[in-house]
Every structure is written in C-alpha cells, then in structure tokens.
C-alpha cells in the first residue's frame, strides 16, 4: 500500500480526514499526503491553496505548519501553528509543535510555557510529556549557568 493511500486511510479511520464531497477535507489529504512523501514544496504550494479557500480550517493551517518546520522556516511554522490555535484551541499536537518551534527559535521559557497547560489538559500526550521533559532540563541548565557564571564574579 502506498504512503498516501495510508495517510488517507489513517486520517479517515481515525475521523480526522475528510468526508465524501468535502473539497476543503480533499486538500487536506492531499498536503498531509505530499508531507507524507517528503514533497513539502507541494504541500506549501498547496496549502497556500487551501488558506485561500479554506482560511477558517485549523488544520490547513496546521499542515502548513509542518510542512515549513520541516524544511525549517521555524518562525513562519510557529505562525502557521498559532493560526491553527487559533482556530481550535485545545489541540495538543498543533501545541507541541509550536513549542518545539519556538524552542527551535530559542525561546525554552515561551515553550515550556506552551506546554505545561496543555499537558494539564492531555497529560497522556507523549510528544508533549518529551517536550516537558526536555525543556524542564534546558531551563534548569540554564539558570545553572548563569548561577554558576554569577557566582564565579560574586566578590568573596
């Protein structure tokens, strides 16, 4: 089975594809399908497609989303996921991904700051409890640092 045949059929089967006659859902398949196959600049090409057609659907903002962070154009990901928020809030994986954005862009306390009240909310999600995890460790090593680095100048 192709890999786009199996995005559709897991998008479906999970209820989070499109419905028959759903052109907006359609879209959707076909840039999580172009992502699927490591072709983002179809998927960019096409989700800009669908943001102009579609602009109230989270998750054609969502896939767009991916498709920039994936060929790292982090800042305009992080605005794709905002967008996505925006328009479906609880959403623990558009929330991950825009933590992991923003902590790309090197923002670890705006990060954590996206991901401690969603992982309130979805504390089974795994991506979001890595994510905890992690940037846990990076802004502790960095008060750390600074710690250390201010008490190396303190005078004795």
């Known amino acids: 089975m192709n890999r786009t045949l199996l995005a559709t ?3 479906c089967a ?17 840039i999580d399908g172009a992502i699927t196959e490591g072709a983002y600049g179809d998927a960019l090409t096409l989700s800009e497609e669908a943001i102009q057609t579609y ?5 054609v ?21 905002r967008q996505a928020l925006r328009r479906q ?16 862009l090197g923002d670890a306390e705006a990060a954590h700051a996206l991901v401690v009240p969603a992982l309130r909310r979805a504390p089974r999600h795994d991506e979001l ?7 846990d460790m990076d802004v502790r090593c960095r008060r750390d ?8 100048k303190s005078p004795q």
Request: net charge negative; charged share 30%; glycine share 10%.
């Open 14 to 30: 999970l209820g989070r594809g499109a419905v028959a006659g759903d052109a907006g859902g359609d879209l959707e398949l076909e």
């Open 61 to 81: 903002w969502y896939l767009r989303g991916v498709a920039l962070f994936e060929v790292a154009r982090m800042r305009e990901a992080a605005d794709a996921f």
């Open 9 to 11: 059929f897991l998008l």
């Open 129 to 135: 409890r890595q994510l905890r995890e992690g940037l």
């Open 145 to 152: 640092f600074w710690r250390s680095g201010l008490d190396e």
């Open 55 to 59: 602009p109230a659907r989270p998750r």
């Open 89 to 104: 809030r609880d959403w623990p994986d558009a929330t991950a991904k825009l933590a992991t954005a923003t902590w790309l």
